[in-house]
């Protein structure tokens, strides 16, 4: 375990429903290539802080990047709804342009 991660841990478990800390770990499980754990924390931000509309293109691309397109199609598409809802125009169009390119 590097460093930051157990930094980031240690964090955590000061602040267990810190959303930004859950989002810097899943960050750091990515940089790492351990995309299991990323994926754990990214779909765990889905459902506990929904409206957090970065953690949607972040999760998308890391399906694309694990060649799960239809997952980050739906990651996306969820995501544009969401900044829909929360008024966030910036990540509308930056999840509209992944779920684009996707197909």
């Keep these: 375990m590097s460093a930051r991660l157990a930094q980031l841990k240690a964090l955590m478990a000061e602040s ?3 959303s930004f800390l ?5 960050k750091e499980y990515e940089k790492q290539g351990k995309t299991t754990d990323a994926l754990e ?11 957090d509309v970065g953690t949607y293109y ?3 691309k890391l399906y694309e990047k694990n060649s799960d397109f239809e997952s980050a199609f739906k990651t996306y598409k969820t995501g544009i709804a969401i ?13 509209m342009a992944a779920k684009l390119n996707l197909g």
């Design 58 to 60: 972040h999760l998308g």
């Design 41 to 51: 924390f990214y779909q765990k931000l889905t459902v506990d802080a929904p409206d």
């Design 83 to 95: 900044a829909t809802k929360v008024g966030d125009q910036h990540a509308k169009g930056e999840l």
């Design 22 to 26: 859950w989002f810097a770990i899943a």
């Design 16 to 18: 267990p429903n810190d």
